[in-house]
């Protein structure tokens, strides 16, 4: 997989969340296809968890955390920093691991999640969960090497990208856990999609994905050795050509890369901004969290420069909160949780959770 193991805590936050971001302090410790688709588609240490009421708020913060084999929906209460848990999501029969997860916006979100299938396969199953359901239902059509997804902010929209060596972006309508009026776009039109190794290898495929407002999305494109490519801008049924050389995004710097994204709003992505390829020195900056103007690629505000010795390995969330997750540059264990609120200087440590690991069960 060109998709790294890394701790996944992503969140869901209230409608709204494709507005810009609010201003805030600059720094902080701690696919060529039928254009009528977008017309189709136009919205402190940890502790033991706490059982969450069964009423939801207006301005709860909604987290999903996946573990090795399991995903548990938390939430904030407003301006909170305790986490409460809300329920499991149980997995499909034989699931051996949680590769990706998404949520909508609100306080009651649809999650999805893709489910790695056995121990010695390279196959998965996207399943998609509504608010209260712990079981869900499997998305018929995904193909079983689903490498990345992404829920709408309005949960009636669902991206996710097929193949690890050319993949193909895939969108529709989600309604009631299905999708529906599927369009697909290749990521290099001039090789055969799927993993063919003579055939159809690209070298790039998708290591984030987010809605970047109603229409368009936000792909993190990795590649060999850690090579990424960097952020893309893509607009499904409106962008010519394959979705991986179009519309880039990019970095502040030739040897720095955006990485990992999972949020974004029409305006706006929050991304991990590193070193590019495999870089393992001290002397290296960080890697940090850090909010994008799309599509210019400006860093409009970092988010999190971690402590020294740590690196930001995801951030997620929208205008209401940001939550990023921080461990140390040389392992991975002790994954530290913050959120930051609109106004704050910085992040505060989120309670609550379990002590786990909260890892990607990829390849």
């Known amino acids: 997989?060109?998709?790294?193991?890394?701790?996944?805590?992503?969140?869901?936050?209230?409608?709204?969340?494709?507005?810009?971001?609010?201003?805030?302090?600059?720094?902080?410790?701690?696919?060529?296809?039928?254009?009528s688709a977008v017309a189709s588609l136009s919205a402190t240490p940890p502790t033991a968890a706490t059982p969450a009421p069964s009423t939801a708020s207006p301005s709860d913060v909604v987290l999903a955390v996946a573990g090795e084999t399991d995903v548990t929906l938390y939430r904030l209460r407003g301006g909170g920093v305790r986490a409460e848990r809300v329920r499991g999501l149980a997995p499909p029969t034989g699931a051996s691991g949680v590769f990706d997860v998404s949520l909508s916006a609100g306080p009651t979100p649809v999650t999805c999640a893709v489910w790695r299938l056995g121990a010695d396969v390279e196959a998965f199953e996207l399943r998609c969960y509504d608010w209260g359901d712990s079981t869900g239902r499997p998305v018929r059509g995904a193909d079983r090497n689903t490498t990345a997804l992404a829920v709408r902010a309005d949960g009636r929209a669902l991206a996710w990208a097929d193949g690890s060596l050319n993949s193909t972006l895939r969108v529709g309508r989600l309604v009631d856990g299905q999708v529906t009026d599927v369009k697909s776009y290749v990521g290099d039109p001039?090789?055969?999609?799927?993993?063919?190794?003579?055939?159809?290898?690209?070298?790039?495929?998708?290591?984030?994905?987010?809605?970047a407002?109603?229409?368009?999305?936000?792909?993190?494109?990795?590649?060999e050795s850690d090579e990424g490519s960097g952020l893309r801008r893509f607009v499904p049924g409106v962008t010519q050509g394959g979705w991986l050389y179009r519309d880039d995004v990019?970095?502040?710097?030739?040897?720095?890369?955006?990485?990992?994204?999972s949020s974004a709003t029409s305006t706006t992505a929050w991304a991990l901004e590193r070193a590019q390829g495999v870089v393992d020195s001290d002397e290296v900056a960080p890697t940090r969290a850090v909010e994008v103007a799309l599509p210019s690629g400006r860093v409009t505000r970092v988010i999190s420069e971690p402590a020294e010795g740590r690196h930001v390995v995801s951030v997620s969330g929208g205008v209401r909160a940001l939550v990023y997750v921080t461990q140390p540059r040389d392992a991975?264990?002790?994954?530290r949780v913050y959120v930051r609120y609109p106004g704050e200087p910085r992040?505060?440590?989120v309670s609550g959770l379990e002590d786990r690991r909260l890892v990607i069960a990829g390849g």
């Open 1 to 35: 997989m060109l998709r790294s193991l890394a701790p996944l805590l992503v969140t869901g936050l209230l409608a709204g969340c494709t507005g810009s971001a609010p201003t805030a302090p600059t720094t902080a410790p701690s696919p060529a296809a039928n254009p």
């Open 190 to 211: 001039d090789k055969p999609p799927g993993n063919d190794p003579n055939r159809s290898f690209s070298g790039r495929g998708p290591a984030g994905l987010a809605w």
């Open 213 to 223: 407002g109603p229409d368009a999305l936000a792909i993190s494109v990795g590649g």
């Open 250 to 261: 990019p970095a502040p710097a030739l040897d720095r890369v955006y990485d990992g994204v």
């Open 332 to 335: 991975e264990t002790d994954p």
């Open 347 to 349: 992040g505060t440590r």
